[in-house]
Every structure is written in C-alpha cells, then in structure tokens.
C-alpha cells in the first residue's frame, strides 16, 4: 500500500535529503518550510508543497523532520498548533535534527499520548553528502519502527545504524560531533605552529599526517579543504553558531550523567570566541584564525 511522506525544514541539508526521498522511495513526498525557494525547486523533483503543518499532518502517514535544533523542532512539535496535536493514532513522526537527547524522550511520549510512533534519526557527514544521499544515519527507537523506516532512510544515508532506545540516536550524534570538533581544534592548533615557527611547511605537516597514525576523516576534510588553505565559507557549510549548539548539548548530556567534559568544554570556549570575532555563520574550521590571532 502506497504511503504519502512528509517533510518539514528544507535547509541545507533537509532539502537535498528531500530530494533523495522523493526520487528513490517511489512514494508520494509532501514538504513545508517557510521559504518558498526550496519548496519551488523541490516541486520540479515532484515533491508537493504543503501551506501548512496542518496541512501536511493531515496528508503523511510518516513525517520527517530536519530543523536547525531544539527551539524549532519544540516550537513545530509541542508548540500552539504543534504536531503533538496534530498527529493521529498510526503516524510516525521522525526528528532528523540534532537535539538533546531529554528533547527525544520528550518527544516520544507526547507523541505516544496521541497513538503515534517517534524515532529521533539525526544525520552526519557533509552537505555533499546530503546530495549524494550518503549520509550516515544514526536511529533511536523501536526495533519494529526502525525495520520498517529504514527502507526510506535509505533513500537518504549510506550507513543506516540502530543506535537503541529514543534518544540513543542523539546521544551518537552529539558525541561525534563533539569528537569532530575537538579534532579540527587539535589540527588548527598543530596548522598555527607550523606557520609561526615555520619549523615545517603546513601543507608537508597534514600530508605527513595523513600518513601516520594521526590520520582521519577530519584531517582529510576539515583539515585539508578548510583549514589548510584557510577557507571558511558561509554558504552551505556547517557554522560556528550551529557546533556551539552541538557541544552545549554534548556538556549537557555529560553533566546529567555526572561526568565532566574538560577538553570539550575548552573546544565551546574556542568556538564562542571564534564566534565572538565575527565568525558565527562561517564554518566552524574559522577556529584556527582565533587560535593563530588570540
């Protein structure tokens, strides 16, 4: 039987991921946002614009959601007028962004309280990634809910991963991008000595690098198409404001367990600082001029 699919937050990566929902899952796709742009382009790849989130609940039997962090997915949820009371018994409501993990637990009985299933779904890699559907995907919920919507996180990730329970999704998450950013720290740190001391040529010092045991997927990416030449774009790349979001929900998550974050707490100062000297909507690789220009 044929399911309509709904989709709300087409950003830079929610768009794309729509795209690839649309062209590979062979269901009927309704989207909203609030630009007209994204909803225009995604019409030419049929995807039907919805006017409203009323108007899209009323239409989807699953709905996906990638929103830029906990104020949005609360205010489009549990908001007035919100998909908590929107939603009916036999819905499926699935949060793609990245929140805490509380947030997810919340979610799901709210939900739960209307007969509607819920599974927090966030997202990692590259906007490119987005585009090309490889995302990696890491799943909170249900066994039974997870086999059933992995077919159509499919369509937008390579590495599809059931993480457990609610919220286990947002916990993998927060904690990769707390290791990511620790690590372009580490390579912005080891980029200014090389260029201050002049003790070794950056470009050799990364190369070199990512021949040892210090090589990652960070080294070859943030490090070597960001940090080494020193851009840091603002359009359609990861900003400064977003992973101090991140890390606060990280530190957030640590402290409800009792356990004390030193090195990713210094990694949000950096940040904020970064933030501070003009470099919130750059992508977050702007640390190293923070760290070069103290």
Known sequence: MATTLGFIGLGVMGEAMCRNLAKKSGETVVAHDTRRAPLEALGRDGVT???????????????????????????????????????????????????????????????????????????ARTAQAARDGTLSIMVGGEAALFARLRPYLACMGAEITHCGAVGAGQAVKLMNNMVVAQTVVALAEALAVARASG??????????????????????????????????????????????????YALGLAESAGVTLEQAQTTKRLMERTAAAGYADHYYTAVLRVIEKP
Do not use: W
């Open 199 to 248: 003790a070794v040529d950056p470009g050799v010092l990364l190369e070199t690098l990512a021949k040892g045991s210090a090589d990652s997927f960070v080294l070859r990416n943030h490090g070597m198409k960001s940090l080494l030449p020193d851009r840091h774009p603002t359009e359609g790349a990861f900003p400064t404001s977003y992973i101090i979001k991140d890390l606060a």
């Open 49 to 123: 614009a919805a006017p409203s989130t009323g108007d899209l609940v009323a239409r989807a039997e699953v709905i996906f959601l990638c929103l830029p962090g906990e104020p949005q997915v609360r205010a489009v949820c549990l908001g007035a007028g919100g998909l908590a009371s929107l939603v009916r018994a036999g819905q499926t409501v699935v949060d793609m962004s990245t929140c805490p993990v509380a947030l997810a637990r919340e979610l799901a009985v709210a939900f739960a309280a209307r007969g509607a299933q819920f599974a927090d779904a966030p997202v």
